[in-house]
Nanobody
């Protein structure tokens, strides 16, 4: 069974940085993508960024491109989301999720989800 465990998050001032970690276990195939999503109060969940394992592609939402960066450990068992230049509007509960199959991207259907972690940007 695929399991995802998030860590990181917290509170930071505007312009600050945070790093989220998503430890993934139970993946037995290489055609997968790991993505970060977030949901702010009163808003729909939105995709933030994803890593597609087969081609190593990293995809970012327009509103975080240039500020957020995905990386992984060598074994690709932990995915990181480095968030720099944080803005008030980045405040949300963040999740990581896994999708499997072909032609994966940020808008694919993600089957496995980790618990959320709160990120708050506040002065």
């Amino acid at each position: 069974e695929v399991q995802l465990v998030l860590s990181g998050g917290g509170s930071v001032q505007p312009g600050g940085s945070l790093r989220l970690s998503c430890a993934v276990s139970g993946l037995t195939r290489d055609d997968y993508a790991i993505a970060w999503f977030r949901q702010a109060p009163g808003k729909e969940r939105e995709g933030v960024a994803c890593f597609v394992n087969k081609d190593g592609n990293r995809i970012y939402a327009n509103n975080v491109r240039g500020r957020f960066t995905i990386s992984s450990d060598n074994a690709k068992t932990t995915l990181y989301l480095q968030m720099n230049s944080l803005k008030y509007e980045d405040t949300a509960v963040y999740y990581c999720a896994v999708a499997t199959g072909d032609y994966l991207y940020l808008g694919s259907e993600y089957e496995y989800w980790g618990q959320g972690t709160q990120v708050t940007v506040s002065s």
